[in-house]
């Protein structure tokens, strides 16, 4: 079966959206289609008002680049990924899929999805799981991501949207706290409402075990030691009772469950608080009597407190402060989560999480299986039940019991996952994996099937930012080669199975008519929205659960989304990581981003502009631990955790803190920082611990020795 191409018109100055960040800054295509495009920022998009950052307007590189993928490639006898038609690509994987089912059974079959991809995608493969292949275990790189702050989300608020209110609501928050991330180089653009804030008035605060540009620009600074942060979350709480700033009023109407919080916490004193996080107890009182005096006030989390084996619980740890403070639900106070990919919000409420189906239903729920089992025209007890996490469903491939075949739509997983070596292993073990990407990475270097597919600018589609406002993805040239949309190849498969009814078409527009039916109801409800209207709005937010329905920019004004209409507290108590350092390894070793990467790399290492600029991973080194080791800028530091070992140039750096380490996790093979890292499971999100890890230098070469690898 063939599909025709959407074929698109060029549009000179198609108005869009970047691929990267949830910030899913506007952006503005123009230029020839296939050469000489450009990329600049849309001053009418009222979240990044004309800025982008530099991922954003090098991006027009991947759109006719040499290493772009045109050709699916299956591999042959002599172990070579060969180019092969369509028809005998979708052929072989269907094949390969229903022998492994049929000797394993349909278990033996997995999926694994992305934040990057349209909602349309993720709710379009979330039912091919579910209905084709009838597997439990589908999950996403999400599960790296947002999980820990969803999970607390929806156990104090009842819902789970990053930020509850746009993000110009910044700029009235008269205190900001930002615990573990660095939006100044992770949504850069987001800057100019922060800058404002401060310029009405407002104080920064950041908590990092770096001093990061954020922090840079903050008036406090708090060098929080690695995975101490629910400790100060508790620790701060303590402080407020003390000092009596509690909003006990707000507390009485609008929560529940506070007086077992404030029990527990009355252990945190500030003494062991200090103890424990490195902040001084003047700086923790400075903090708690700004957060609570200088209202209204903000708490944002990113990836820092919530990659950890205790993230929901630290996350559930700064919601008690918020909620014990009143500081929930008017313009410029709240808790928020930075969320990070670019559709990282809509990909969490669609149904290519393990345990989800789309509208934030639950798989778990019979009332929820049978809405969408009724939508998608089979029987609820056809659905198969809640799957593995992703770690858990990678850490099974190829083990008795495990997944035998694989398909990976938009995660480089070889590189992004914690315990990498360990990954290679599983990915080797797969009798069959098939990766759907528009370039090759180092997870296809596994692939037995590669598809090559369109990318953003080439396709049509809703995302869904980090404000939870649904955009509208447009096209502005027509994709190359013989490329289809991941949409296409769903069906192509689903076809090829049977399912064709179930799968009537590959056009975004006909799938988001059957995605909207497939959300109402639902927490994450979509059913009012049309592309009209976001090209009307410049978004809608959702819950917009019919067509004269404005949106919800603001949840929590009057109420929660629990039955009784008020927000829990939740008892949380302090713990150890899954690999504190010790007298073997004495250093913390922490991961994240630079400004010019995204995530693994795969995209932006494409970028000649970007690969110059970083063209490697450096080490962050306090100098003072660099001088102990005779480390210079440039010298090859040889770092080795309890999985491995990998070599990085030193880049001394006075901010960070002097027990802890820190590489980007954007490069693979030799050069992967996730080789380090260990991938210890939060209880409740299943979120790997990849933010702390145990390390020890073992050896040091001078910069002038830095010869190229062979
Ligand atoms: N340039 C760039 N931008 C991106 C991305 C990218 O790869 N590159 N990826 C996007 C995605 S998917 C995401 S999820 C977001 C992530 O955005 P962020 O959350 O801002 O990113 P990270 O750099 O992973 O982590 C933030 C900070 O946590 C700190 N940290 C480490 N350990 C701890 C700890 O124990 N406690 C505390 N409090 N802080 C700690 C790190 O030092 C780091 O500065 O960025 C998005 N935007
Ligand atoms: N040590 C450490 N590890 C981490 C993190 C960390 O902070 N530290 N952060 C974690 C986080 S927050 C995340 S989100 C993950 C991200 O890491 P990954 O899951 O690897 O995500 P990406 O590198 O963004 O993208 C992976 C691939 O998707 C492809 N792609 C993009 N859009 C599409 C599409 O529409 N369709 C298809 N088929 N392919 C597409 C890209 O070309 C790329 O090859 O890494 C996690 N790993
Ligand atoms: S990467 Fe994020 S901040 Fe940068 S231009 Fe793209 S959407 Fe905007
Ligand atoms: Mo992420």
């Not at 934030?360 to 998608?376: G, M, P, S, T």
Request: charge should be neutral; hydrophobic fraction near 35%.
């Amino acid at each position: 079966m063939s599909i025709p191409l959407p074929l698109h018109e060029p549009s000179p100055g198609a108005k869009t959206h970047c691929p990267y960040c949830a910030f899913q800054c506007g952006t503005v295509i123009s230029g020839m289609p296939q050469a000489n495009v450009t990329i600049t920022g849309d001053s009418d998009f009222p979240v990044n008002r004309g800025r982008l950052c530099i991922k954003g307007w090098t991006a027009s590189v991947l759109l006719n680049h040499s290493e772009r993928l045109t050709q699916p490639l299956v591999r042959g006898t002599d172990g070579r990924l060969s180019p092969a038609t369509w028809e005998s690509a979708l052929d072989l994987i269907v094949r390969r899929f229903q022998e492994t089912q049929a000797s394993h059974g349909r278990e033996a079959v997995g999926v694994f999805g992305s934040g990057a991809l349209t909602n349309e995608k993720a709710y379009w493969l979330g039912k091919f799981a579910r209905v084709v292949l009838r597997t439990p275990h589908i999950d996403y790189n999400g599960r790296y991501c947002m999980s820990s702050a969803a999970a607390a989300g929806n156990r104090a608020f009842g819902i789970d949207r990053g930020l509850p209110f746009p993000v110009s609501d910044i700029v009235q928050a008269r205190t900001l706290m930002i615990i573990g991330s660095n939006p100044f180089e992770t949504l850069p653009p987001i800057s100019q409402w922060f800058e404002q804030q401060q310029a009405s008035g407002g104080t920064l605060i950041v908590v990092d075990p770096r001093r990061t540009p954020t922090a840079e620009s903050a008036q406090i600074y708090l060098p929080i030691t690695p995975g101490s942060d629910l400790a100060l979350a508790n620790g701060l709480l303590y402080l407020a009772l003390e000092e009596r700033l509690l909003d006990e009023q707000f507390i009485r109407t609008r929560t529940t469950g506070f007086d077992a919080v404030r029990r527990t916490v009355l252990a945190y004193h500030p003494a062991e608080t200090e103890r424990r996080t490195g902040i001084s107890e003047s700086m923790l009182r400075q903090t708690v009597r700004l957060l609570a005096k200088q209202g209204p006030s903000m708490i944002l989390t990113g990836r820092g407190p919530e990659q950890q084996s205790k993230g929901v619980d630290t996350v559930l740890g700064f919601i008690n402060l918020a909620l014990a403070l009143g500081q929930v639900g008017q313009p410029g106070s709240g808790y928020g989560c930075l969320t990070g990919q670019g559709n990282g919000q809509g990909g969490r409420e669609h149904g290519q999480k393990a345990d989800q189906l789309p509208g934030y239903r639950l798989i778990e729920v019979d009332a929820h299986r049978e809405h969408v089992a009724r939508v998608w025209g089979v029987e609820p007890s056809s659905l198969p039940r809640k799957g593995r996490s992703a770690s858990e469903l990678l850490d099974s491939l190829g083990q008795p019991d495990g997944i035998n075949a694989l398909m990976v739509m938009g995660s480089n997983v070889a590189v992004a996952s914690p315990d990498a070596s360990r990954i290679a292993k599983r990915l080797d073990s797969l009798d069959f994996l098939v990766v759907c990407d528009a370039f090759l990475n180092e997870t296809s270097a596994f692939a037995d099937v590669v598809l090559p597919v369109s990318q953003w600018a080439e396709e049509e589609g809703t995302m869904t930012n980090l404000e939870g406002r649904v955009i509208h993805r447009r096209p502005a040239q027509s994709p190359p080669g013989e490329v289809r949309s991941d949409l296409e190849v769903i069906v192509g498969l689903a076809s090829r199975f049977g399912f064709g009814r179930q799968f009537p078409s590959a056009q975004p527009r006909d799938i988001f008519e059957e995605f909207r039916r497939a959300t109402s109801g639902g927490l994450a409800d979509y059913a009012g929205i049309t592309y009209d209207r976001i090209d009307e709005q410049q978004g809608i937010f959702w819950p917009c659960p019919d067509e004269n329905h404005p949106g919800t920019p603001r949840l929590f004004a009057d109420r929660f989304y629990h039955a009784d209409g008020k927000a829990k507290f939740h008892v949380v108590e302090d713990r150890p990581g899954g690999d504190e350092p010790d007298a073997a390894f004495p250093l913390y070793f922490t991961t994240g981003r630079y400004l010019e990467h995204y995530n693994s790399g795969a995209q932006t290492r494409q970028v000649g502009e970007l690969s110059k600029r970083r063209s490697k991973p450096g080490l962050q080194i306090h100098p003072e631990l660099a001088q102990h080791w005779s480390i210079d800028d440039g010298s090859l530091v040889m770092i080795e955790s309890r999985r491995g070992r990998v070599e990085f140039f030193a880049e001394r750096h006075p901010g960070i803190r002097p027990d802890t380490l820190f590489a980007p996790f954007h490069w693979g093979g030799r050069d992967a920082a996730n080789i380090l890292t260990q991938g210890a499971l939060d209880p409740i999100s299943r979120m790997p611990e990849i933010k702390l890890s145990a390390v020890r230098i073992i050896g040091v070469r001078p910069p002038e020795s830095m010869e190229p690898r062979t």
